[in-house]
């Protein structure tokens, strides 16, 4: 099964970092968002891997080649304009619709996570990897006297869930996706409205999102202790 990793982004919001580099590209313990993906689909026996660039794309294609140091197959989707989160998936759709399988796994280049993305395909139905909102605060606790019992940092809030950003898509995909713009805001909720998507609760697995300058601390932190 073939998986396809957006990394066409500008990162805006991770400068001055990406003034030299795409966003997929920058480093969490030394080591590239992209590499760590890669790293992290071998390990879930999915060794054939189309990346989406377009900003900086030679540092990408530079940096992993073929793919064979890292020991799968790599191919590349050219975005000669940004085109959104659907327009790179339907840019790529060249080299999945041709395959045998009925689908495939698809990320945002932005992701570090461990969870398993098996889980995602079980039903042949186009899925999204759901994990738990973590608050953006600390949070304090108070009893009924409003006596202060504790602080948590962060917690996760219980029964809301996010999209992940990890998708398992059958090939019915490419009738929704648009020429350009986002799959979270075209595809997706009309697939939704029709009822053709399932979501899979990850409620004990190790997550990130790279979207600012302090996400990159906070996730060596949790690597050191979560390797992929």
């Known amino acids: 099964m073939k998986a396809v990793i957006l990394a066409g982004g500008l990162g805006k919001r991770l400068k001055p970092l990406t003034n030299d580099r795409p966003k997929p590209m920058i480093e969490v313990l030394n080591v590239p968002i992209l590499e760590w993906q890669i790293r992290w689909f071998k390990k879930h026996n999915i060794d054939e891997i189309i990346i989406c660039v377009g900003y900086l794309k030679e540092m990408i294609i530079d940096y992993l080649g073929s793919g064979n140091k890292f020991g799968i197959r790599l191919g590349y989707v050219v975005e000669d304009v940004p085109l959104g989160t659907g327009g790179a998936l339907k840019n790529s759709s060249s080299l999945l619709t041709g395959t045998t399988d009925?689908?495939?796994?698809?990320?945002?280049?932005?992701?570090?996570?461990?969870l398993d993305p098996h889980r995602l395909c079980r039903e042949n139905k186009s899925t999204i990897a759901l994990v738990p909102l973590r608050s953006p605060y600390g949070v304090v606790n108070i009893n009924d006297k409003s006596?202060?019992?504790?602080?948590?940092?962060?917690?996760?809030i219980p029964d809301k869930w996010i999209n992940a950003g990890v998708y398992y898509f059958t090939k019915e995909i490419f009738d929704y996706l648009p020429d350009n713009g986002n799959i979270e805001t075209t595809a997706l909720p009309k697939m939704a409205k029709e009822g053709k998507l399932k979501g899979i609760k990850f409620p004990d697995t190790f997550w990130r999102s790279i979207d600012s300058h302090k996400d990159i601390d906070e996730a060596g932190k949790e690597l050191d202790n979560e390797r992929i």
Do not use: A, H, R, S
């Open 102 to 114: 009925n689908g495939f796994f698809m990320t945002n280049g932005d992701i570090l996570t461990n």
């Open 147 to 156: 006596d202060v019992i504790g602080f948590e940092e962060k917690p996760e």
